[in-house]
């Protein structure tokens, strides 16, 4: 079945640069997602990557993937306060609904 | 363009009750998916409608239903509430299409008591 995982926790400074983990199972998912919820809010759309792309960047936001290894990365650069948040990591198989990681909680420290 | 509504924000139930939760989708929107999250885990998927009928259902027992409306609201409710069913319930809307976004409410939070 499907399965999505991600660390739970990442801890940075601001102005430094974060990078969100992810791995995918199903090789079927052409799109792969990035999704953020703030506190008290549902998620939002970030970013998203199609499956026979190796990189996407969008302003502070670079999204890598890598299909052998099903291996998705986020990285956001010069980490703010209001980046603060849980971001997760979607992947869409054929046919099927959404499947969501558990969410990386990023702590940005002043 | 108005995002997708959830209602009620909030709502307290005790033991053995039901509830009902409204989701009205972004105007055009035909799919409605309902997902349930909790901090022990995360974000589950409990059902998603298009053109009002049920297309994909996840690992949730019958106390778990929905139904979605000619006009594409939707509607899920929660029968014979347990303690274990506090969560905040997110629905999302999509078109159709690869590459679709799921744009999210800002959920209903269900405390049991």
């Known amino acids: 079945g499907e399965d999505v995982e991600q660390s739970l926790f990442l801890s940075v400074r601001e102005g430094d640069s974060s990078v969100i983990n992810c791995t995918y199972t199903?090789?079927?998912?052409?799109?792969l997602y990035w999704y953020k919820q703030e506190p008290g809010a549902g998620l939002q759309l970030l970013t998203y990557i199609f499956s026979n792309m190796d990189m996407k960047q969008d302003q502070r936001l670079t999204v890598l993937l890598n299909k052998k290894d099903k291996h998705l990365s986020l990285r956001i650069a010069d980490t703010q306060t209001g980046d603060s948040a849980i971001y997760f990591c979607?992947?869409?198989?054929?046919?099927?609904?959404?499947?969501f990681g558990p969410g990386t909680r990023l702590s940005v420290l002043p | 363009k108005a995002g997708v509504t959830q209602t009620p924000r909030y709502l307290i139930k005790t033991r053995g009750q039901q509830v009902t939760l409204s989701c009205s989708p972004i105007?055009?929107?035909?799919?409605v998916s309902w997902y349930q999250q909790t901090p022990g885990q995360g974000l589950q998927f409990l059902f998603e409608?298009?053109?009002?009928?049920?297309?994909n259902k996840g690992n949730f027992p019958g106390r778990f239903s929905g139904r979605q409306f000619s006009n594409s609201r939707s509607e899920m409710n929660v029968s014979t509430l347990e303690l274990g069913d506090s969560a905040l319930y997110l629905c999302?809307?999509?078109?159709?299409?690869?590459?679709?976004?799921?744009?999210f409410g800002e959920g209903s939070r269900l405390t049991v008591l």
């Open positions: 979607a992947e869409s198989p054929y046919g099927q609904n959404f499947v």
């Open positions: 409608y298009f053109s009002e009928t049920q297309r």
């Open positions: 105007s055009g929107h035909r799919s």
């Open positions: 199903d090789s079927s998912s052409t799109y």
């Open positions: 999302a809307s999509s078109l159709e299409g690869p590459g679709r976004e799921l744009f």
